[in-house]
Every structure is written in C-alpha cells, then in structure tokens.
C-alpha cells in the first residue's frame, strides 16, 4: 500500500512539474536559415502558442488555417503570438516555406527536423501544441485537432490574460 501511494505521489509530482515546465534549450532554424534557442521565445510578458505541424499533415494545416483566420482577432484582444514548428525531415524542408506561402501564415515559423522540441517538450504526435504563459512556463499541451479546437485553445490564453 506504501508503495502505491508512494507511486502515485511520484506520478503527481511529476505531472505538477511539466506543467509548469520552461521551455527547453533546443536550437532551431528560421525559413531564413537564422538559428533561434527556443529557451529565449518570448513575447513581453504575454502567452505564446507553439504549434508543430509537418506539411503532409492534413489535420495539422486545418488547424494552423482554422487559426489563421481568428489570429489577427487573438492578437488584438490577448496579444498572443503564435509560433509554428515544422517537424519534416531535412530532406523535406524545403517544402514549408512554399506550403505557409500558400496558405498565407503570417505566423513565425520554425524547423525542427529532427523533432527534438517537440520530444523536449513531450509531443510525439502532430499536430502537438503548447502554450507558454507571460513567464516561460508551459502551462498546456494538447495532441490532435477536431474542427473548433482552436475555441480550446482561445480560451485558455484568455484565462492566462486574465491572471
């Protein structure tokens, strides 16, 4: 019974401390070949959406589209500011800067070709999102997306605003 107990209280310990995890140091590239630590992503103090996509990920660009179009309204009244992963592979990355073209992302969008962010910060799947308050602490993570997700996600960066 001790060691149950003792089992659960590690587990819950453990669930407390990636909830309010930092950012990982990982470096990273922009489309432009700038290299970026993501321990420094900030944005003055005001929650940051970290979406990882691959351009063959259907469910992934439906979400980053459905995004795009009420991004302009989150940033006006939250001030959030979102930030798009790439995870395809080197031998595909040429491939995302002409997909965010056509789809007309005005979202900052990032390399990850060797999904090392993303397992840093405990995705394995995509599409994977996070969210990162004022202060740099991951304070939610979500695998998947459903048309109308992104409500979820709105809501949540309204209640960090509110804190």
């Not at 005001?46 to 459905?66: G, H, S, Y």
């Not at 409500?151 to 309204?158: A, N």
Request: charged share 20%; with cysteine.
């Amino acid at each position: 019974m001790k060691t149950l107990r003792l089992l659960v209280a590690t587990f819950l310990l453990g669930l407390a401390a990636t909830a309010t995890a930092q950012l990982p140091a990982v470096q990273l590239k922009t489309l432009d070949g700038r290299t970026v630590s993501t321990d420094t992503l900030s944005n003055g103090g005001k929650p940051i959406i970290i979406d990882f996509f691959a351009t063959w990920c259907k469910p992934c660009n439906r979400e980053l589209n459905a995004i795009h179009e009420v991004y302009p309204d989150w940033q006006e009244e939250t001030g959030v500011r979102l930030i798009a992963v790439s995870t395809d592979v080197a031998q595909n990355v040429h491939k995302v800067k002409p997909l965010v073209d056509q789809y007309g992302w005005e979202y900052e969008v990032l390399l990850d070709t060797n999904s090392d962010f993303k397992r840093a910060l405990g995705g394995q799947i995509i599409p994977f999102v996070v969210i990162v308050d004022g202060s740099g602490n991951v304070v939610y993570r979500h695998t998947g997306y459903a048309d109308g997700a992104e409500i979820e996600l709105i809501e949540k960066v309204r209640e960090l605003v509110k804190q």
